[in-house]
């Protein structure tokens, strides 16, 4: 079967249909039918001679394809054996191409990424359920894979949230984290009527490329992020009392620690840069050891 008609409504329908097979809202299925956007996910993600890519949810194999078409190999992570034998029709004519039917945060990705990409460059692409975009970015972050970029399709507000620089009024616990790990850029906007079914919002395609060292020098990373969730678990609460209650010390011992670092008590969470988190970190990790009984293992 061609690729081309896969995102044509009635092709895919009828393939659907042949298979028995519905959509699980439960997995945040929403397949792409817009035949200009996984071409330039490709392109823009990075697969290339001599790259191999990670796909991230196959779906009926339509950014497989034009993954297939320009990279060396692609290993599919789908979580759907129902899948399975759609994926083997339209997939038939690629023999670069395997399919892993696990879930994407269960896999031993350096094993796989050892076993199956040896001498080539990574690239992971995704067309990412919503429910689970930041899960799956953060898994891929912090496991410190070997992989050049993270090219994935999410939901607009995530990707303005994902790709929003510390310090500015977009800005979460989750734009920290990624900036940290990578510098993300917004590629290119997509529509919700680019989707089977349509989605209530529209989307946007981000590509983080992996840095070799974070920018910010941080002796205890835990202890960064601790801050960083603390910092923003309530937005609308000054950083003095979010994280007062997030390192579960009294009001003068956190203002210590914010003054310490240079930074106003009074400030909310999305003011601050990366550095300001990394010195209030810092400064805590300074003041923690000296209350053991703060810092335990299940906070």
């Known amino acids: 079967m061609p690729m081309e008609p896969l995102t044509n409504r009635s092709v895919i329908r009828d393939l659907l249909q042949r298979h028995g097979f519905t959509f699980s809202k439960a997995l945040g299925q929403n397949f792409i039918i817009n035949p200009s ?15 191999g890519v ?45 399919i892993v039917n696990e ?7 350096p094993a796989l990424i050892a076993r199956e990409f040896a001498g080539m460059e990574v ?16 898994a891929l972050l912090e496991q410190r894979l070997p992989i050049r970029s993270v090219t994935v399709m999410v939901q607009k507000e995530a990707a303005q949230r994902i790709c929003a620089p510390p310090g500015t009024r977009e800005s979460g616990a989750i734009s920290a984290a ?53 910092a923003f678990g309530q937005r609308r609460k000054t950083i003095l009392n979010t994280l007062s209650a997030a390192l579960k010390l009294d009001k003068e011992q956190t203002r210590r620690i914010i003054e310490g670092a240079g930074v106003s008590p009074g400030a909310r969470a999305e003011a601050l840069t990366l550095e300001e988190f990394a010195a209030i970190a810092g400064q805590a990790g300074e003041l923690l050891p000296q209350l053991p009984q703060n810092l335990g293992p299940g906070d």
């Open 178 to 230: 990624v900036w940290y790990y990578s510098q993300p850029r917004l590629l290119f906007p997509v529509s919700r009527g680019s989707f089977l079914p349509a989605p209530a919002v529209d989307s946007a395609v981000i590509r983080l490329d992996v840095r070799a060292a974070p920018p910010v020098a941080v002796a205890d990373e835990a202890l960064f992020f601790r801050v960083v969730r603390g």
């Open 103 to 109: 879930d994407v945060l269960k896999v031993d990705l």
């Open 37 to 51: 956007i996984c071409p330039r996910i490709a392109e823009q993600g990075g697969a290339a001679a001599g790259v």
């Open 54 to 98: 990670i796909e991230i949810g196959a779906g009926i194999g339509v950014l497989t394809a034009e993954l297939a078409r320009r990279a060396q190999r692609v290993v599919c992570i789908e979580i759907d054996s129902r899948l399975l034998p759609i994926l083997s029709e339209t997939l038939a004519d690629f023999s670069n191409v395997s």
């Open 123 to 138: 690239v992971v692409c995704a067309n990412l359920p919503y429910y689970i975009t930041s899960p799956i970015l953060m």
